[in-house]
């Protein structure tokens, strides 16, 4: 069974990291297919490579990446937009690899006509801006919440309980981070209205979220693909929604064993 979608965007993939749930990611790419997948920033982190000693790249990211190819093959538009982690791909910006596409930013028209600014985000992060060092710096902190969440998880499959996301629950609660957010979403408002567009869609932040922001714009988050697994769809009509796989590929799989059991009981019939 396939998911057919207008549009999809995904981001934050990281792609290159042990964080990166790169099975839910390739089943993701195996049961949906779209006119047009936009990679909206940080699909490869090229930021391990470069502050850490070693190489991790599993045979299960080059699938991933071949997936991505064999899409263009088959007739999918791909834009990829680099973000802070992949930016050393920005100076490849207008070139087209493999049938993707790599732009700085993008305007995507949705069916009901309205206009999004497509950007990774990071070019309104003041830290990642103009704080290198100390973006590298939380992003290793990051990568250590992520590991304890590993941990914690495991203890918590071994005890039959879901899957639970540290960070998630302190940019929830850290007021700091709340604000920021805040912050974030209003800086985009404002280059909306520059931009003249209905509303902005991004990444960077690693929250999944469609929101009207105070200028009437809209707000578009596409999540990421190392703890909650989401992406941004559009349908045929032009409405955006949020798929979280974690939740929906379930869902889609206990579909088709429905569906195959109920094939299999006809054919007994």
């Not at 304890?148 to 005890?159: C, E, G, S, T, Y």
């Not at 955006?240 to 590929?249: E, H, T």
């Amino acid at each position: 069974m396939k998911l057919q979608y207008r549009s999809v965007w995904i981001s934050d993939t990281h792609l290159g990291t042990k964080s990166c749930k790169a099975e839910y990611l390739r089943d993701f790419l195996d049961h949906v297919e779209c006119e047009t997948l936009y990679l909206v920033g940080d699909i490869i982190d090229l930021w391990s490579w470069n502050i850490k000693s070693g190489f991790y790249w599993p045979i299960l990211h080059s699938d991933i990446v071949q997936r991505v190819f064999n899409k263009a093959k088959q007739g999918t538009r791909i834009i990829y937009i680099p973000g802070n982690h992949d930016d050393a791909f920005r100076k490849h910006v207008g070139i087209q690899f493999n049938g993707i596409e790599i732009h700085l930013n993008a305007i995507h028209k949705t069916a009901d006509n309205r206009r999004f600014l497509i950007m990774h985000g990071d070019e309104f992060d003041s830290i990642v801006c103009h704080n290198r060092w100390l973006a590298y710096i939380g992003g290793e902190a990051y990568e250590f919440l992520l590991a304890a969440n590993r941990w914690i998880n495991n203890l918590r499959k071994i005890f039959g309980y879901q899957y639970w996301s540290l960070s998630s629950y302190l940019k929830h609660r850290v007021k700091n981070i709340v604000q920021f957010m805040d912050n974030y979403q209003h800086v985009l408002s404002l280059e909306a209205q520059k931009q003249q567009v209905d509303g902005i869609i991004c990444g960077h932040i690693h929250h999944a979220e469609i929101s009207e922001m105070e200028s009437g714009k809209i707000y578009c988050n596409t999540g990421d693909w190392v703890e909650s697994c989401t992406a941004l769809v559009e349908d045929a009509d032009g409405n955006l929604s949020i798929l979280n796989w974690l939740d929906d590929s379930y869902q889609l799989l206990d579909e088709t064993s429905a569906g195959e059991s109920s094939n299999n009981l006809s054919e007994t019939a």
